[in-house]
C-alpha cells in the first residue's frame, strides 16, 4: 500500500515546503533524528536542483511498506532540458567544485537507492528511497 | 602570475591588448576572449602585448590557434608590440612569416 | 552503533569527573574509531546529543534540539568528507594508470644510439611530469647515413604524448634513404596539419650526417637553433634555418643548411626546455649553455649531454618545468 502526497516546485519558497513535507512523513514513518536531516537534504538537493535547471517541476513522497520493511520514497519529476551526459553528473567532483551543494552523488549517499531516468529535451525523473532500520 | 585582456572595437578592427604572463595557467583565459569573435567571417583583429612580460610555448598556441580559425574564415590576425625576446619566439617558429607581427617600437 | 554509542557516553563521563588530559587523549584515539568505521559527523553529533542528554536527564529538551540543528548542518560536511575520500581513490586510479601509461610511453619510443663511423653520439631525455611531449629519434641508413631528429610537442603530459606518438608513426612511414631533411618536415607537417587540434602545434629540427663527406644537413620546423662548436675556432655558431612550426599550414617549404664537421666540433640539437630555463631570477641567458658544453668539451658526447643536463637541471633545484631533451653529435 502507498500514501502520496507532493509540493509542485515554483519558487525557491518551495524548496522549504517540499524539506517540510519530507520532514513530516520521515518522522511519522519512524525515522530517527539523523535520518530525518538525510532524507530531508536530499529532498533539499533535488527540489533545489529543479528551481535551478528545469524551472518547474515536483517532489511527491511516498510511503512504502514491503512486507516487514517500511520506508519512504521521494520523485523527483521535471519537464526541463534533461542532463545530456548522465555520468558526470554522477561524478564525484563535478557540481561540488562549482559550489553547486552536494549534487547528485550526494543524494545518492544519503539514500539506500537512487535510480535516475532522463531525456534531453523532454524532462527527469530520480527516484530515490530510504529505509527504516 | 595574473592575465588581464581587455578588448574594444575601433573602425572593424577587434582590438585586444594582453597585460601579464601567457603560460598553461592563464593561456586558456586568453584563448576563451580571443574565440569570443573567432566565429565571425573576415574579422580583422589586432593583439597588443606590448605588456606581455612572459610568454611560453602555450601562450603561443593560442595565436596559433586563433590564427588557423581566423585563417579559415578569411580573417586577419596582427600581433603588435612585441618585445625582443617575443620576437624571436615568433621568428624561431617561422610564424612571422604568416603572421603579421609589428616589435615594439622603442625597445628597451 | 550502540557500542560506540555507550563507550563514547562512558569516555565523556570519564573526563567530567576529572577533567584531565588523558581522557582528552583517549579521545583523540576514539575519533580514529570513527574515521575508520566511516561514521559520519552527523553521527558524531547524534552520539554526542545522546550522551549528553543520558549524563544529564534534567536538561531541558531545547538542548537537545540544538544539537538537531547541528545535525542538520554537519549532513553537508559528511558528505564532502566523503566525496573527499572517493575523489582521493580516483586519483591513485588515475595514478596508477598514468605510470602504466608512461611504461607504454617508453617502450614505444625507446630510442636507441646507433653506431656510425666517426661519430660519437650522446643525449638526454628527461620529462617533467610522467609523460614527455619531447621526442628523440635516431636512424642510420646502412652505415652510409645517420639521421637525428628532436621534436617538442606544446604542452606537457598526456595530451602532447599522444601527440607525439603519432609523429613517431609518421616518422616509422618515412623512407628516409630517398629523403633530404626539408623533405622529411614537409612530409611530417603534412601528417600532423590533417590530424592535429588548432592550438596543437610541434616544433622539430631535422639533421642527416653523411659518413662520407662528413657533411651534417639539417633543416628546421619552427625549432630552437641547433648549437655548432668549431674547435679549431673554439666558437660556437647557431645553426638556424628558416622553416614554419609543423601542423599549422597544409604546404611549407623549409630552408636546408650544411656545415662540415671536422675532427672535435659537435652539434647539440636541444628542446626549449633546456634553453628556456627560468630560476626564481629570471631567465638563464643562453650563453650558459655554450659555457657548460664548452667545459666539457673534451669528453664523449654522453657524458657532456649528461653533464648539461645535471648542471641545468641543479640550477633550477631539480624541479624541471619543461620537458628536457638534448642530442650531441660529435665529430671523433
Redesign the interface.
Known amino acids: 500500500m502507498n500514501e502520496r502526497s507532493s509540493v509542485e516546485i515554483y519558487t525557491e519558497w518551495d524548496v522549504v515546503a517540499a524539506r517540510q513535507l519530507g520532514r513530516d512523513e520521515a518522522k511519522s514513518i519512524g525515522f530517527g533524528t539523523v535520518d530525518q536531516a538525510r532524507i530531508t537534504t536530499a529532498i533539499s538537493e533535488l527540489a533545489r536542483n529543479i528551481y535551478l535547471y528545469a524551472g518547474t517541476g515536483k517532489i511527491e513522497i511516498r510511503r512504502l511498506h514491503d512486507g516487514v520493511k517500511k520506508g519512504m520514497m521521494i520523485i523527483s519529476s521535471d519537464n526541463g532540458p534533461g542532463i545530456p551526459d548522465v555520468r558526470k553528473v554522477m561524478e564525484d567532483g563535478f557540481t561540488t567544485s562549482g559550489g553547486l551543494g552536494a549534487g547528485m552523488p550526494g543524494v545518492q549517499r544519503l539514500v539506500d537507492e537512487f535510480k535516475i531516468e532522463t531525456e534531453v529535451g523532454v524532462g527527469t525523473t530520480i527516484t530515490a528511497i530510504k529505509w527504516l532500520r | 602570475m595574473d592575465l588581464h585582456v581587455q578588448q574594444k572595437e575601433v573602425r572593424d578592427v577587434y582590438q585586444f591588448k594582453v597585460v601579464g604572463e601567457v603560460d ?1 595557467f592563464t593561456a586558456p583565459k586568453l ?1 576563451e576572449q580571443l574565440h569570443s569573435i573567432a566565429h565571425l567571417k573576415g574579422v580583422r583583429a589586432e593583439i597588443d602585448v606590448s605588456e606581455v612580460e612572459y610568454m ?3 601562450g ?3 595565436f ?2 586563433f ?3 581566423l585563417q579559415e574564415q578569411d580573417g586577419h590576425v596582427k600581433v603588435t608590440g612585441l618585445n625582443r625576446r617575443l620576437y624571436r619566439l615568433f621568428e ?4 612571422d ?2 603572421i603579421d607581427v609589428e616589435e615594439a617600437k622603442d625597445d628597451e | 552503533m550502540m557500542d560506540l554509542q555507550k563507550q563514547y557516553q562512558e569516555l565523556l563521563e570519564k573526563y567530567l569527573e576529572n577533567l584531565d588530559e588523558k581522557n582528552l587523549y583517549f579521545a583523540q584515539q576514539f575519533s580514529r574509531k570513527f574515521i575508520e568505521q566511516e561514521i559520519a559527523p552527523e553521527d558524531v553529533v547524534s552520539l554526542h546529543k545522546d550522551a549528553v542528554m543520558n549524563i544529564f536527564p534534567e536538561l531541558r529538551n531545547e538542548v537537545a534540539t540544538t544539537h538537531d540543528f547541528l545535525i542538520e548542518m554537519m549532513i553537508h560536511y559528511g558528505l564532502a568528507l566523503r566525496e573527499h575520500q572517493s575523489l582521493i581513490k580516483k586519483r591513485e586510479e588515475l595514478h596508477m594508470e598514468m605510470e602504466v601509461a608512461a611504461n607504454v610511453q617508453e617502450k614505444l619510443m625507446n630510442a636507441t644510439r646507433p653506431n656510425v663511423d666517426g661519430l660519437d653520439i650522446g643525449y638526454v631525455s628527461e620529462a617533467a611530469k610522467a609523460m614527455s611531449g619531447d621526442y628523440i629519434y635516431f636512424a642510420e641508413h646502412g652505415r652510409k647515413n645517420l639521421s637525428v631528429a628532436v621534436a617538442d610537442v606544446i604542452g606537457k603530459g598526456i595530451p602532447a604524448a599522444l601527440c607525439m606518438s603519432m609523429i613517431k608513426f609518421g616518422m616509422d612511414s618515412i623512407d628516409e634513404n630517398e629523403s633530404v631533411p626539408s623533405e622529411v618536415l614537409k612530409i611530417i607537417n603534412r601528417i600532423v596539419e590533417k590530424s592535429v587540434d588548432n592550438s596543437m602545434f610541434i616544433s622539430m629540427y631535422y639533421g642527416m650526417y653523411n659518413v662520407e663527406n662528413q657533411h651534417f644537413t639539417y633543416a628546421s620546423a619552427g625549432h630552437e637553433p641547433a648549437l655548432f662548436y668549431c674547435a679549431k675556432t673554439k666558437s660556437f655558431e647557431q645553426l638556424d634555418a628558416k622553416g614554419l612550426l609543423l601542423g599549422v599550414k597544409r604546404e611549407v617549404e623549409y630552408e636546408e643548411c650544411q656545415v662540415h664537421l671536422h675532427s672535435g666540433d659537435f652539434v647539440a640539437i636541444m628542446t626549449d626546455g633546456v634553453t628556456e630555463i627560468r630560476t626564481e631570477d629570471g631567465f638563464l641567458d643562453s650563453a650558459i649553455i655554450e659555457q657548460l658544453l664548452f667545459e666539457v668539451r673534451d669528453q664523449s658526447a654522453q657524458q657532456m649531454a649528461d653533464y648539461l643536463f645535471k648542471q641545468l637541471a641543479q640550477l633550477q633545484n631539480f624541479r624541471l618545468h619543461d620537458d628536457f631533451t638534448v642530442a650531441i653529435m660529435k665529430k671523433r
Open positions: 598553461a584563448k611560453d610555448s602555450t603561443l598556441g593560442v596559433v590557434g590564427y588557423k580559425t624561431i617558429t617561422g610564424l612569416a604568416i
